[in-house]
């Protein structure tokens, strides 16, 4: 499956203005990084992969339509896959959760 363009496109618009903002293609989507950390992408596999704080993955869990990222059969700490319904505050919901985190971080 390949990444959903509007999704991708819509996310565009929400992260516009962020600083440290580039965009690349992996993992058969689009991603969007800030200061070099992976923050969110329009997934390849349909949906978003969205990285959180560990802290509040299991909280994060309990939304409809969210699972553990699992890549090559090991779940991702850190790093939920959203599918479902995408309206315009949920979407934003995930794009501030990915932000809050990264902003966290280091610049790489």
């Known amino acids: 499956m390949a990444h959903d363009p509007e999704i991708a496109e819509r996310l565009r618009a929400l992260l516009a203005g ?5 965009e690349k293609r992996m993992f058969g989507g689009v991603a969007f990084l800030l ?3 992976l923050t969110v992408t329009a997934s ?14 299991d909280q994060l869990l309990e939304r409809p339509g969210v699972e553990p990222m699992v890549m090559r059969g090991r779940p991702m700490r850190g790093w939920l896959h ?17 932000v809050s985190y990264v902003r966290s971080l280091p610049p790489k």
């Open 44 to 57: 390849g596999r349909g949906g978003l992969m969205v990285r959180v704080a560990p802290a509040r993955e």
């Open 82 to 98: 959203v599918e479902g319904e995408l309206d315009d505050a949920t979407l934003r919901s995930w794009v501030d959760e990915g």
């Open 35 to 37: 200061d070099g950390h």
């Open 18 to 22: 962020q600083d440290g903002l580039t």
